[in-house]
């Protein structure tokens, strides 16, 4: 059996408030195999945004282990952190994160900028994936040049330009309209489709509904962990 691309082992994070010990995350363990599309779900206070830093190598556990493609990002410092950060996670965010005064293709090839990819290079990854999400004819535009749903798209194609080893999108569709987060959940459909390892971090029953599994989280456990039974998208023809 392959090994899964993430594994995670009796995880906790505990704040100090004051005199008050917070339980933000109190044992978590999962795995997620490579190509699978999850979401991460809970009410606030449950974890699931204290998982999210986990998974993203933003913060480290208190205790526990988490293994990242092989790599055990538990033990690491913050450089090597950042390192996976920019080689192994592709992030998606509900604000998109744009740099305003810049192109689509100079958005896009930040990350490889970081991984000192050269300028020839760079420029044709960043092409080639913006012309992958749809905004081939659209790289030389700036941000509020562009429609809320494109801006997320160069957001997408910004974190899939490394050929990260999952993609991690919180709330990607809560700055859109429902006609545009239909779009961007059309594309997410696409890139699992392709092989990409998709993690949902939302509130959103109808957006976790989209993926093939449902983590829930409750007070800093995992409450549930289920596949989905009809995926909304599944029955789509993707062109």
């Known amino acids: 059996m392959a090994q899964p691309v993430i594994q995670i082992s009796d995880l906790t994070r505990f704040y100090q408030m004051g005199d008050t010990t917070v339980k933000a995350l109190n044992g978590v363990s999962f795995d997620i195999n490579k190509n699978e599309y999850i979401a991460i779900m809970g009410p606030s206070g449950s974890g699931k945004s204290t998982l999210m830093n986990m998974i993203g190598c933003l913060d480290t556990p208190t205790s526990g282990e988490y293994i990242l493609n092989n790599n055990r990002v538990s033990e690491m410092d913050d450089a090597e952190l950042a390192e996976v950060r920019n080689r192994e996670i592709g992030f998606v965010f509900q604000t998109f994160n744009l740099l305003p005064r810049t192109s689509c293709l100079a958005n896009v090839e930040l990350p490889l900028i970081y991984a000192g990819v050269k300028s020839a290079e760079r420029k044709e990854r960043a092409q080639d994936v913006l012309t992958k999400v749809g905004l081939g004819d659209r790289v030389d535009h700036k941000p509020n040049e562009l429609s809320g749903g494109q801006r997320q798209r160069v957001a997408i194609a910004r974190a899939l330009v490394n050929n990260p080893s999952i993609l991690l999108a919180d709330e990607p569709t809560g700055n859109l309209d429902s006609k545009t987060g239909e779009e961007i959940m059309m594309l997410f459909e696409e ?34 962990d289920t596949p989905v039974a009809n995926p909304t998208l599944a029955n789509l023809e993707v062109v």
């Open 191 to 224: 890139l699992y489709r392709l092989g990409n390892t998709i993690i949902l971090v939302t509130h959103e029953n109808e957006i976790a509904d989209h993926s093939r599994r449902i983590v829930r989280l409750r007070d800093g456990v995992i409450e549930s």
